[in-house]
């Protein structure tokens, strides 16, 4: 079985800090598996913020998946790729980028999730929580009890996969969800809008570790 961190940082296309900045600023915190989450550049300035991101996460020891892109397999050092379309063919993808690299995708029924896990994904984004302002859509959020569901209905049909809650999760909210069964969860913007970037990350850390 791949390694899955139960605490996964997602850069994210803000103003303040850049994609490098993020992942050196994670990094520094502790952050041990980095999503460079990238929808606004062309393959060669991807390529090129990868390769410097590649060498930040090597001295950290830190995995980095590159979000959606999977046709940049093999030109840089990345570990995996997270799908984020939920209709996403796993089982092709799979063939595509070969057994050792980490695929994860994004889910937010059991129905889609079950199809994902059983297709080879590593692990499963499922959301939104709440709303949230990095990746906006319509979904309708899941809170507390969409997750506690989910897990039980796992359960229930013997699927085993690491399920991450992801979508405008704050500190308060890490214990509840943790409580639910998902394995870990997904941040960007708390961390990377907080005054203390630093700070936020290991409080969460801390939160989904204990």
Same mark, same amino acid.
């Given at each position: 079985?791949?390694?899955? +961190?139960?605490?996964?940082?997602?850069? %994210?296309?803000?103003?303040?800090?850049? %994609?490098?900045?993020?992942?050196?600023?994670?990094?520094?915190? =502790?952050?041990?598996?980095?999503?460079?989450?990238?929808?606004?550049?062309? $393959?060669?300035?991807?390529? +090129? #913020?990868?390769?410097?991101? @590649?060498?930040?996460?090597?001295?950290? /020891?830190?995995?980095?998946?590159?979000?959606? %892109?999977?046709?940049?397999? /093999?030109?840089? &050092?990345?570990? /995996?790729? %997270?799908?984020? #379309?939920m209709n996403a063919d796993f089982t092709a993808l799979r063939k595509l980028v070969g057994k050792d690299i980490t695929l994860g995708g994004s889910a937010n029924t059991?129905?889609?999730?079950?199809?994902?896990?059983?297709? =080879?994904? #590593?692990?499963?984004?499922?959301?939104p929580f709440a709303g949230t302002r990095t990746k906006p859509n319509n979904l309708p959020a899941m809170g507390l009890n969409g997750y506690s569901d989910l897990m039980?209905?796992?359960? $229930?049909?013997? *699927?085993?996969?690491?399920?991450?809650?992801? /979508? =405008?999760?704050?500190?308060?909210?890490?214990?509840?969800?943790?409580?639910?069964?998902?394995?870990?969860?997904?941040?960007?913007? @708390?961390?990377?809008?907080? &005054? #203390?970037? *630093?700070?936020?990350?290991? &409080?969460?850390?801390?939160?989904?570790?204990?």
């Amino acid at each position: 079985m791949k390694y899955i +961190e139960k605490l996964q940082y997602i850069t %994210h296309d803000i103003v303040q800090l850049t %994609h490098i900045e993020q992942v050196q600023l994670a990094c520094e915190a =502790g952050a041990k598996w980095i999503q460079y989450r990238c929808l606004s550049k062309t $393959d060669a300035e991807l390529l +090129e #913020d990868i390769n410097i991101i @590649a060498q930040i996460c090597d001295d950290w /020891g830190t995995t980095l998946i590159v979000t959606d %892109h999977v046709h940049l397999n /093999g030109k840089a &050092d990345i570990q /995996g790729f %997270h799908i984020e #379309d939920m209709n996403a063919d796993f089982t092709a993808l799979r063939k595509l980028v070969g057994k050792d690299i980490t695929l994860g995708g994004s889910a937010n029924t059991v129905e889609n999730l079950v199809r994902i896990a059983k297709e =080879g994904a #590593d692990y499963i984004a499922v959301g939104p929580f709440a709303g949230t302002r990095t990746k906006p859509n319509n979904l309708p959020a899941m809170g507390l009890n969409g997750y506690s569901d989910l897990m039980d209905g796992l359960e $229930d049909l013997n *699927i085993q996969v690491p399920v991450l809650a992801v /979508g =405008g999760i704050t500190i308060h909210d890490v214990d509840a969800l943790m409580q639910t069964g998902v394995y870990g969860i997904a941040v960007s913007h @708390a961390v990377n809008s907080a &005054d #203390d970037f *630093i700070g936020a990350y290991q &409080d969460f850390y801390e939160a989904v570790k204990l």
